[in-house]
Each structure stands twice: as structure tokens, then as C-alpha cells.
């Protein structure tokens, strides 16, 4: 499969990935990371700054969540840019990056960093989650370009 689109194709599963864990994982456990908190508020800041009222409830958390996929999907993407041996390496480094990046620029950001550096579990599930969505990425690259899958 064309490196362009295997690519695409695997960073959105990254990201799909990270998003169903970070949604999923919030309802049962009570330290999970609240990154969707964090990009509510930055959404509703960024417009605010250029004089557009922010959506509220819902509105808000669905806006958050396309913006959250469409970001994380072009960031895991680059991952493709990669040589094939070293697509893994790249999608664990990638997401351990991300995953430090969401626990040290929140603050530097003006955010408010308590949903995910509360407590030592919450920081560990957030490097843990983005270093997944990494990995998922890179695999499923991996996977369609071994397989030369044409068509899907």
C-alpha cells in the first residue's frame, strides 16, 4: 500500500485508539487522565482570543473531540515518514513524546494541568495512552504495507 496512505490510515487508528482509551478508561477508573478537559478549555480559550463564542456542553465535547482525532491522527501520521524497520521504535518514541508533551505543556500553555498530572497513576496513564496510540499506529502501518493490502 502507497506510504502516503498507509500512513493516514494508521495515525487515525492511533488516534482513534487513544481517544477510545481515554474515553473509556475515565468512567471506571478515578485517576484516569482528563485530557478532554484540558482541550475543552483550550478550544474555548483559542476562541474567545479571536472573538467567537466557544460552544458550551456537548457542543463543546464534540467540537473538542473532532479537533483532539483530526490532531492526533496528522501527528501519528508522521510516523510513516519513517523507514519500515523502524516504524515500532518510531510510534513508542512518538508517543512517549506526545504523552510527556500533554504532561509538561499544559502549564507553559496557560492550561490547566490537574486533569492529567493529579496524581503519579494519572501521569503514568497519560504517557501510557498517547505511547499506545504510537505503537497502534505504527502496527497497523506496519501490517498494510507488509501485506500490500490494495483495497479495503
Known sequence: MNKIISS????????????????????????????????????????????????????????????????NAAYYSLIGLGKQKKLLLAGAASGLAAGIGALELTKPLALNDAPVTRTPQTKIMTVAWYTAGGLIAAAVMLSLRRNKVDKL
Not at 18 to 40: C, M, S, T, W, Y
Not at 50 to 62: A, R, S, T, V
Request: proline share 5%; net charge negative; with cysteine.
Open 8 to 71: 493516514c490510515i494508521g495515525g487515525l487508528a492511533g488516534a482513534l485508539a487513544l481517544n477510545v482509551l481515554h474515553q473509556a478508561v475515565k468512567h471506571f477508573a478515578r485517576d484516569a487522565p482528563r485530557v478532554d478537559l484540558i482541550g475543552e478549555e483550550a478550544l474555548s480559550k483559542g476562541l474567545d482570543k479571536i472573538g467567537i463564542e466557544p460552544p458550551g456542553g456537548n457542543d463543546l465535547f464534540m467540537a473538542t473531540m473532532a479537533a483532539d482525532l483530526l490532531s
